[in-house]
């Protein structure tokens, strides 16, 4: 089968640094992708990882392991507004570049 | 980015009925597009994946005689919920490939499904 597990839920204050992770186990890969989704929203695209080591967007970045089926988030000076559902996503089942997606981890940022 | 439209945004049907739901790409074209479902507080569940002019290709578990996808254009995909039942209750949202990325999807903003 194919899984891709997140922590549930994770707190933080403004101004700091949080990690989510994701590890997963599919039957393709072609890559790791991020979204954040607020609550009734749509989700929308955050980064992706093709290859090992980090990648830098702003005050995100996303870092992935392909040998150790895993990959982390690193949201940075965090503010109210990136209190979200952040899902990590493999893209990795033929031609068609479809998304299997993560459990979702519910990021509570608090003053 | 990428606009993508969803109409409606919510309906409210009885059980028996059809539901129909429009997702439009209102900014570029796409060939290929995606619909999810999902149920409060957990992930997003692909249901099928179209391309334009030809069958919808679903994912093991996801009725094909239920959940009717059209993709009629390259702006234009319908999801038709037939003979709804309240465990169908959901949260269906699309999505699109451009073609400028293999890998970014742009998604709708969904439509709240519940059925009575």
């Known amino acids: 089968g194919q899984s891709l597990e997140q922590p549930s839920e994770v707190t933080a204050v403004e101004g700091a640094i949080v990690q989510i992770n994701c590890t997963y186990q599919?039957?393709?890969?072609?890559?790791l992708s991020w979204y954040q989704q607020h609550d009734g929203g749509a989700p929308t695209f955050l980064s992706y990882n093709a290859l090992d080591g980090l990648e830098e967007t702003g005050r995100f970045s996303s870092f992935l392991s392909r040998s150790d089926s895993y990959g982390y988030l690193l949201l940075q000076e965090l503010q109210m507004k990136d209190s979200a559902s952040y899902f990590c996503a493999v893209s990795g089942s033929g031609a068609t570049n479809k998304l299997i997606f993560g459990t979702g981890t519910l990021l509570a940022v608090q003053p | 980015g990428a606009v993508v439209s969803q109409h409606p945004s919510r309906v409210i049907c009885k059980s028996g009925t059809s539901v129909k739901i429009e997702c439009r790409s209102l900014?570029?074209?796409?060939?290929?597009m995606f619909w999810y479902r999902q149920f409060p507080k957990q992930s997003l569940m692909l249901m099928a994946t179209?391309?334009?002019?030809?069958?919808?290709?679903?994912e093991q578990g996801v009725e094909k005689d239920k959940f009717l996808i059209n993709h009629a254009s390259l702006t234009l995909s319908t999801l038709t919920v037939t003979s709804a039942h309240p465990e169908d209750s959901s949260f269906y949202i699309c999505?699109?490939?451009?073609?400028?990325?293999?890998?970014?999807?742009?998604f709708g903003p969904g439509t709240r499904l519940t059925v009575t």
């Open positions: 999505s699109f490939l451009t073609g400028e990325s293999s890998y970014e999807q742009y």
């Open positions: 599919t039957s393709g890969f072609y890559g």
């Open positions: 179209s391309n334009e002019g030809s069958k919808a290709t679903y």
């Open positions: 900014d570029f074209q796409a060939t290929t």
